[in-house]
């Protein structure tokens, strides 16, 4: 996020797009319903009448998949109206006429023939959010997670420029980090082509700092592998040995049928978890790591705000903190790694990392810091981009709309989307086992609309096959005008309702995340 | 000497012989429930809320008083066993003030303890109830009788010190009463307000006058000092609220240690941040004193002080 | 902004113009009791426990909703003021269960706290009291009505923080009650079972199901922590009785302040789980057998030094995870460059 949740509250225009925030991020939601007591303006686009679609006094009830139709609208309409900052884009900008030139096409009403969204409902929107004092835009997965994610990210980004409703207190550009520390997990390079703090592999400076404070010779320039092109590799046999820490590619990942048969292929799966998971079921070694209570360390939020966690028990049995467990194998493998506690690798860290710098426990027993915090007496940073954006001039980059990968058709007539639920978490690992949550919310069911409900002559509660090309898998039946004709919808919490089964691992080009939003299937009465 | 081996609870437990089956669950990690038992005093074996299931006995034995024998096989925790607990916890509180809103001994309590973690609520029947006046005829014990469940650890821990025995049982069945001889009350009697049966009474029915209203069980932190007024060495417990000493209390009764008013007024006199004025009986009535009146020695002050290195 | 100097239980001091006497009192260190006040809700001076002394003034004065005045002289434990908390209290109490023998807020309960406080020890009064059922039909929160106190603090969080107004004020006079619309439990209505309200709930009236039925509130230790669920990083308090996490309460979190969601509230259970893994596992002969560190991670690292040595670097992945924490993420990275000697590390961001 460019700010902070709090900045939320103080909008007077919010846009949400593709994030069905009081669901997913329930407490994020409290600042959005907070603003709209105030009086501020949400605009929600959405193909599902979700929870935050309720409280908006626009849902854009767009077609899956058609988000750049929609944001270059917007910004058509804003441009011809002649209601953009200037000011904000001649000084702060560059690009901005390849980008008019872009979306000049993108009127009303050839947008609505892409969205299905009627032209002055747009213009409203449109209108709204480039007048607004603050203008703010959320999103999560219901952006990224598309063949076209990143070119959606960027037609956000360009619309919130043209606005100037970033770099500023109550707006900017917020994306909203589905788990706890995804934004650490990138931020600490747990990514292929980046090491700490976003400093890329292939920088030959980069690279010498962290071989020496590494202690090794050199270290691979080489872009390393995604998650999903980690998977292909080994389904061809190119990748013959994985070490996967807390992750259950098995359930969270598309496609899921082709996962297991890669990761059964491997010569050697290394696994470390806290259950036995779908994916550690496959492993030759389980290594039982440590629940969240039971170890020190830090989290980064999706406002990049790093805050402690705290061993609050013992881990269970034999179990051990991972920190620990990592430590131990890579003394194993002959590269002794030795530390403290880990407030000292958050030292070690600090010191290879400029936007890390100035953190320490010391620091963090006061109170919790938003990177980039480059010194020990610096404040952190809250709001981003404030007077200057990290890379100077805000580039425009003209977007055009693309359709999704895999559209319906005669045999698989309907979309199929997955996404959370307010009492579940990601594969289920922690929420089936709760003791509560599980309980109130035990059983998972397919979101699908009346009417192509009748038509299939299908009943509420009934047991329904829903089928891709890929596989299918059995639920209830939940008829629900939540979804539009044409859209089916349930999560990916249920281990019995292993819906990764199903969809398309097509990636977007960039960014390589697969397109969980949109896929074909049908269903029918099982 | 001589071990025996016996099971508790699945787990095999060695003990030496003699040692009861209370010590040795303790000893494997279990928890039993006790109200009567003493471990200064122990083998009374009278509340039975302490009672387990041993393979082959038909009656459910009371721990505290049952050795381990070889083989054994004990269950602490079986269904007859939370059961038996249950009713023992109901028929206590038939008979007992729901007062824990106000009680100075609310959240150190082990019947309140007991019901809690056998989940009775309150009595499971309607019955007689004792109406006893409270008895707080002396600026230091008070005795709420209505709140007693005839453990009698008091009256043992009394009698350890030689020659006081001031409390013992009087009367029968549903009348029977911890009290001084002819049921007078403590200020009649010879009692000398040392406290020990304050320490060791598991509910409400002694309370430490001088901390009433003072402070909740669950604010307060106790810090063992030793008295160094003579050489018995008694210990007693600073009482600590928000940083402040608010009372001293006897701490453990052993053998051989009086734990006497003396001490405990001087202990209260160096360390409290506010003490009371002490009070003693002159002529049969409480009355104010000084404090070197109270503690009996001109100069002992100076003697604590120089000791306790204050 | 002006500041008005008033004169407090014989001390003077100074406030911004706009302060309560209630907010004066409080900066300099006096206690007042309050129930239906609280400094993140709305004001509604309702329980009136709060009231305080006034020179000049005809009545006594509510603190919580009064502006502090230049030149008011405020007794805030006069004898009027100690009588009229304690008739309070016994009001209260002549409605209220004798049940902290077993209650769950029992020891952090500001009715038992003020009580003992101003020692009333019951009521004198005898009069109706509620048989409202308690409500046990979710495994969130239990509500037992009987023990409300109508201080209307479930129902302003509800509505002012959580934004929901699943609850409210219903009937009049002695029947009045909190509850949801049409008067039905809470899982019949549209409740998110957030906690929120009780984790204000002044009484025993709304208690968190499992933490207050495992463990009485002196036993349990609170560690500060931020919650393993979504993105938001809200702050919570860990509730530790005897070596286990027994349940969840807010603490004030600077992304969340008390307000949790159902899973950061209630979603600890998983932490004891009996499915939790308790011993590396080797797999032989297609069944996972126990095995102790030093043989798993033995051959975690020759099997791994192996493919690395026959195969090249490149041909092993990693995947790290956003579920673990910084350092954890860092030191695998690091283990996945420096020791394997790829960049094939990755982890489910974008899922
Ligand atoms: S007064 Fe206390 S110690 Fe004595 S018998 Fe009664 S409950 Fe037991
Ligand atoms: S003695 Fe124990 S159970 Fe009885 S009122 Fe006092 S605290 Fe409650
Ligand atoms: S709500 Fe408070 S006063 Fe009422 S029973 Fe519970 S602890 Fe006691
Ligand atoms: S349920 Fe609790 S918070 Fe709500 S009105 Fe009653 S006492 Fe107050
Ligand atoms: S309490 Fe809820 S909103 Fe907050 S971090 Fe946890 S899961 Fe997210
Ligand atoms: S706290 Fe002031 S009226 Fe309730």
Known sequence: MTNPIRDIAGADFIFAIGTNTTESHPIIGLQVKKAVRGGATLAVADPRRTGVAELAKYHLQIKSGSDIALLNGMANVIISEDLYNKEFVASRTEDFEAFKAAVVKYTPEYVEGITGIDPETLRQVARGYARAKNGTILYTMGITQHICGT?????????????????????GVNPLRGQNNVQGACDMGALPGVITGYQGVGLDEVRAKFASAWSVEQLPAKVGLTVGEIVEGASHGNIKGMYIMGENPVLSDPDAGHVVHALENLDFLVVQDIFLTETAQLADVVLPGASFAEKDGTFSNTERRVQRIRKAVNPVGKARADWEIICGLATAMGYPMDYGSPADIMKEIASLTPSYAGISYDR????????????????????????????????????????????????????????????????????????????????????INPSDAQNLGIGQGDEVRVSSRRGSVVLKACITDVVPPGLVFTSFHFP??????????????????????????????? | MANVTLTINGIKVI???????????????????????????????????????????????????????????????????AEARKTILEMLLANHPQDCLTCEKNGDCRLQDYSFRYGVKGPGFEGKRHEYPLDD????????????????????????????AVIDFTYRGFDTKIAPPMDTTLAESDCVYCGRCLAVCPVGALTYKRMAGKGRAWEIEKKPVTCTFCDSGCLFDLNIKDGKVIGVTAGSPGQGRPLCLKGRLGLELLYCD?????????????????????????????KIRKIEGK | MADVTLTINGRQTSVAQGSTILDAARKMGIFIPTLCHDPELSTVGSCRMCVVDVKGARSLVISCATAAAGGMVVETESPAVMEARKTIIELLLAN???????????????????????GVRGSNLTGAVHQYDLETDNPFIVRDMNKCILCGKCVRMCAEIQGDSVVDFTCRGFNTKVAPAMDTTLAGSECVFCGNCAAVCPTGA????????????????????????????????????????????????????????????????FIHHPDRLKSPLIKKDGQFVEATWDEALGLAARKLGSIRNQYGSDSIGVLSSARCTNEENYLLSKLTRAVIGTNNIDHCARL
């Open chain 3, 96 to 118: 209220h269960p004798q049940d902290c023998l077993t209650c769950g807020k029992n020891g952090d309960c500001r009715l038992q706290d003020y009580a003992y406080l101003y």
């Open chain 1, 151 to 171: 070119h959606n990210v960027l037609a956000v980004a360009n619309l919130a420029m043209l606005c100037g409703h970033i770099g500023k207190e109550f707006s």
């Open chain 2, 274 to 302: 506010d003490p009371a004025d002490p009070q003693m009986k002159r002529d049969g009535e409480f009355v104010k004193v000084s404090w070197s009146d109270a503690l009996g020695l001109d100069g002992v002050l100076d």
């Open chain 3, 206 to 269: 709304l208690q968190e199901k499992g933490l207050r039925s495992s463990a009485r509130t002196w036993e349990v230790k609170k560690v500060r922590t931020t919650c393993p669920y979504c993105g938001t990083g809200c702050s919570l308090d860990l509730n530790v009785r005897d070596g286990k996490v027994v349940g969840v309460t807010s603490c004030d979190g600077d992304v969340n302040g008390r307000a949790l969601c159902v899973k950061g509230r209630f979603g600890y259970g």
């Open chain 2, 15 to 81: 003990v030496s012989k003699g040692t009861t089956v209370l010590d040795a669950a303790a000893r494997a990690g279990f928890f039993i429930p006790t109200f009567c038992h003493d471990p200064e005093i122990p083998r009374f074996g009278a509340c039975r809320i302490c009672v387990v299931e041993i393979a082959g006995m038909r009656n459910l034995p009371a721990s505290c008083v049952t050795e381990a024998t070889e083989g054994m096989v004990v269950n602490t925790e079986s269904p007859a066993v």
């Open chain 2, 137 to 164: 005829s002396n600026p230091y014990i008070v005795r709420d009788m209505n709140k007693c469940i005839l453990c009698g650890r008091c009256a043992r821990t009394c009698a350890q010190v030689e020659g006081r």
């Open chain 1, 364 to 447: 963090l027993e006061q109170g919790s810091i938003h990177w980039p915090c480059p010194t020990a007496d610096h404040p952190g940073t809250p709001v981003l981009h404030a007077g200057k954006f990290s890379r100077g001039l805000g580039k425009f980059s003209p977007v055009e709309y693309v359709s999704p990968d895999e559209m319906p058709d005669q045999q698989y007539p309907l979309i199929l989307s997955t996404g959370r639920r307010y009492y579940h978490y990601h594969t289920g690992t922690m929420t089936q086992r709760t003791g509560s949550l599980e309980v109130h919310y035990g059983q998972e069911s397919l979101e």
């Open chain 1, 496 to 526: 019995a309702v292993p819906i990764n089964r199903l969809t398309n691992p097509a990636r977007d080009a960039i960014a390589k995340i697969p397109e969980l939003k949109v896929c074909a299937v049908k269903v029918e009465s099982a």
